[in-house]
């Protein structure tokens, strides 16, 4: 899998292992710590590990080809901020990355039997862009960032594989992923007000409007149950985990985390992307799989953060 060392990653590493699965990680980074932090400290040592940039496409291909692998998860991406920064790169890492991901498939000659892989819920545009109502799985692409736009490029070069070289693909459109683990983004701010909450810090969501928040461990059960699948075509699936205005996020936040009160807010200014989305397809190809609910979702994240730092290994580095 690439992207193994990141938020989503380390939820799926753990979920593999559980299965009995021997995952290789592939990830740029050196420092496991979120796989750490959510899997264990053991895990790191118990992987085969790959350091390697998704962007080279030689490193992919020797991935895939020296370790056997089955089944490719790959996470491996730049998020919104980063792409904004720099677009080119952005495009290089996410864009070209995934092409690379599916020539190592194709160089794999039909021993990788299928690739899962993360697209993401901005794809599509903000709500005004849409009927009312959650945005289904059909929906137009209508991405308002370039992130969005190589996500679309991502789906388009999955579906082209199936097309032309019958590589067998699902991909997930998540939207505000939450949970221990998730620290960057711009959709991290909901889990980094609960880190707050926690610390007993103040801390301002720099977003407003309504979202659809889904619970990390969510996301990562689709995304195994899709390696696990043997469904064919090029799939995408929306995710939906729980349509909240950011306002009441706040408040639910405060009402488990009563010491937080007062400290934590929000701008007014919204996203660009959908407030709520349709998993009607995820539910009926790999469901049934009900979303985690939020006050739930809330309570395991401050739960989680809580006992990180009853032992002294809760990561705020990107509060300070
Ligand atoms: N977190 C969300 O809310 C969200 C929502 C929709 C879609 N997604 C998608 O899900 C996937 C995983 O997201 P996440 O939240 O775990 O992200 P993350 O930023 O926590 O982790 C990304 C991982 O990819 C690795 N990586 C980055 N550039 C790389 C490169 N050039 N080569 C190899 N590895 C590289 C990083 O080291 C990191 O471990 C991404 O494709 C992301 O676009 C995330």
Redesign the pocket.
């Known amino acids: 899998m ?8 380390a939820w799926v590493v753990r979920g593999l292992l559980a299965a009995g699965e021997r995952p290789v990680a ?4 050196d420092d496991p710590w ?1 796989v750490r932090m959510i899997a264990g400290d053991d895990v790191p040592s118990r992987l085969v590990i790959v350091r ?4 080279d496409r030689e490193a992919v291909r020797r991935a895939v080809g020296e370790h056997g692998v089955r089944r490719v998860v790959h ?5 919104i901020p980063l792409c904004r920064q720099d677009p080119s790169r952005g495009a290089l ?2 864009v070209v ?1 995934t092409a690379n991901v599916f020539e190592a498939v194709r160089a794999a000659a039909g021993r990788v039997t299928r690739v899962v ?6 794809v599509f545009g903000p709500p005004s862009a849409y009927p009312p109502g959650p945005i289904r799985d059909d929906a137009p692409p209508r991405p308002a960032t370039h ?1 969005g736009v190589y ?1 679309v490029a991502n789906e388009e070069t999955a579906r082209v594989y199936w097309e032309e070289h019958g590589i067998p693909s699902m991909g997930f ?5 939450y949970g221990p ?5 711009l ?2 701010d909901p889990t980094l007000a609960m880190k707050a909450a926690v610390l007993g810090r103040a801390y301002r969501i720099r977003w407003g409007g309504g979202t659809d928040l889904i619970y990390v461990e969510d996301v990562a059960r689709a995304l195994l149950a899709a390696a696990a699948s043997g469904l064919d075509g090029a799939r995408v699936y929306n995710l939906h985990g729980a349509s909240a205005r950011i306002a009441d996020v706040v408040r639910m936040i405060e009402t488990a985390w009563p010491t937080a009160r007062g400290l934590l807010g929000h701008v007014e200014e919204p996203i660009p992307f959908p407030d709520a989305l349709d998993d009607t397809r995820y539910q009926k190809d790999l469901g049934p799989a009900p979303p985690t609910p939020l006050a739930d979702g809330i309570r395991r994240t401050l739960d989680a953060f809580r006992a990180l730092q009853r032992a002294g290994r809760l990561d705020a580095r990107e509060l300070a």
């Open positions: 690439t992207g193994a060392f990141g938020c989503i990653g592939f990830d740029l980074g979120r390697g940039d998704i962007a996470l491996a991406a730049w998020q890492v996410n990355g892989y993360a697209s993401s819920a901005a992130y996500k459109r998540p939207l505000s992923v683990g998730r620290d960057f983004g959709t991290a």
